[in-house]
């Protein structure tokens, strides 16, 4: 399957292949000899994702998750939100296709089961922001410390965009949910200190007034609960942060 691609990019497989439940990827050296890896998804989203990452022109290694856990939380913050005003910034038109928020949100503005009264107080918030959208601009929907690489010279760039398109708040929401969601047994999102420094932070790096983010945080954790439960698995990091988005819009 994976003979295609690399003889169209000159790439050479430098390992075993990985799979996960909807993509393979190889480890590969390109034809300068620097290594990289190859993926081939059969998620629609995607197996598009790759012409918003054209339309964004390379700003787009090492993750951000083992510096997360050390320790070095605000820094990593820091280089999520630098990353995200590159990719917000004014450009040509934006490729066609792409998903706006509200059909992305579907799963939790009309669920397939009850929702708790956590998950729906998150609900009506998602439908409020929803209405309220504005600043609306290409996003790219899933932007956290396992999607956002080191590549030396080129800096920190964006990887595995979901081709989205809405408000630029919904954008920091996903980082406020990781590390942790990117392996077991990390704990530094659901931790309240961290939690509050990184509203500050966001808040004041990405421009955006405390309540409005806050709406969106926990609208966005409400849905990747939703997605976790509708699988069968438990949502307690989603649902911790959105209580502790909840909680403090409560307190603004």
Known sequence: MSEPYLSRWRLRRDGAAIETPHAQLWPVLTADGEPAMLKV?????EQNGHRLLRWWDGAGGDSLRQRSIEGDDDACTTILCQVLRQLHRPRSA???EL????????DLLQPRAALPPLLEQCRSLAERVLREE???RPLHGDLHHDNVLDFGARGWLAIDPKRLLGDRAFDYTTMFSNPDLCGPGIHVATRPERF???????SALAGLERARLLRWIAASAALSAVWFRD?????????????MALEALAEA
């Open 231 to 243: 699988d069968g698995d438990p949502a307690d990091i989603d649902e911790a942060v959105a209580r």
């Open 41 to 45: 998804s059969s998620e629609t989203e």
């Open 134 to 136: 504005h600043e609306i």
């Open 94 to 96: 934006p490729p066609a």
């Open 99 to 106: 998903v706006c928020l509200r059909t992305w949100f579907a």
């Open 196 to 202: 509050a420094a990184r509203l500050e932070q966001v």
